[in-house]
């Protein structure tokens, strides 16, 4: 039997595919704007989201949603409007997050704790036909606002007072780019799990700036990266009966490793064609009086 087979791999190839383009496109913007560990501390937020669906009986991926984009817009209003630095309140939002999962996670009611480890680390069975329709609400949602706003957000990002000078409305681009960040968590975590979501958020972004130059560039290579790494890291889990979001992430930093040295030959060679047409004696002999 081929792995199409069967009903749960189709799925949880389709929500690779839709989180290996969806995670990426966030992450280009987040990577640029130095918030790289972002994605990070709205997992742990999502995390309490979980922990509340099971409390409430109420389907964890709605919960974690609404938890996860609430702890999105806290730390960008509380970097923007207080004296805390980004990476101070990112790690008020890693704390608060897992203190709350813990404490949630403890009141309710037991039986738990396997169905918990699929949304830490992912799982190819748990993703079910209504979770699809879920993922793909939301990741159509975040690839539409991102090609929506993709300018203004770049804007922004790159530098927010020339944005600001320029008429953007840079408050609510900040919180619209928080709040699709934490919709790709929510996409991600039956994938990848939420302890390392952040990581398909960064490391094809990463491996992609070895690589190419420009933001549109990196952009697309990062795209492409995320849905290959995604892909493969599910077939990999499939046939080492392991979890998907650990092989998802080891291809992802096994590909930024490739990337790396593939960009220093790059490098090392346009530094060696520059320096021929320096040495080149034609050039030189009009340079000579």
């Keep these: 039997m081929t792995v199409l087979s069967y009903d749960f791999m189709q799925r949880a190839l389709v929500a690779a595919l839709l989180v290996g383009l969806a995670a990426p ?11 790289a560990l972002m994605g990070d ?3 742990h937020v999502a995390l309490t989201g979980v922990a509340l669906g099971f409390l409430l009986g109420v389907a964890p991926l709605i919960t974690a949603m609404f938890a996860a984009v609430a702890g999105a817009v806290a730390i960008e209003l509380i970097r923007a409007r207080g004296r805390t630095g980004g990476d101070v309140a990112l790690a008020l939002l890693f704390y608060g997050g897992i203190a709350g999962g813990v404490l949630l996670i403890g009141l309710s009611s037991g039986g738990t704790s396997g169905t918990l480890l699929s949304y830490l680390f992912g799982s190819l069975t748990s993703v079910s036909p209504g979770d699809l329709t879920v993922i793909a609400v939301l990741a159509g949602a975040v690839l539409v606002l991102l090609a929506g706003f993709g300018r203004e957000m770049f804007a922004v990002c790159h530098d927010e007072e020339y944005a600001r000078a320029s008429g953007l409305p840079v408050r609510a681009l900040t919180l619209m780019l928080a709040a699709t960040a934490a919709l790709t968590v929510t996409v991600a975590m ?3 799990g939420l ?3 952040s990581a398909l958020m960064v490391v094809p972004v990463a491996t992609a700036q070895q690589l190419t130059r420009s933001f ?3 952009l697309l290579a990062s795209l492409g990266l995320g849905v290959a790494v995604s892909v493969a890291g599910v077939l990999v889990a ?3 009966d392991v979890a998907p979001g650990a092989s998802i992430v080891v291809l992802a930093l096994g590909g930024f490793a490739v990337a790396v040295g593939m960009g220093a030959l790059l490098r090392r060679r346009r530094s060696g064609d520059a320096s021929g047409l320096e040495e080149d004696p034609a050039l030189a002999a009009e340079r000579e009086p």
């Excluded at 496109?25 to 640029?32: D, K, P």
């Design 41 to 43: 501390g709205i997992g």
């Design 190 to 192: 039956r994938v990848v």
């Design 25 to 35: 496109a966030v992450g280009t913007f987040l990577v640029q704007r130095r918030l």
């Design 238 to 240: 499939f046939q080492a």
């Design 195 to 197: 302890l390392l979501v």
């Design 216 to 218: 549109r560039t990196t």
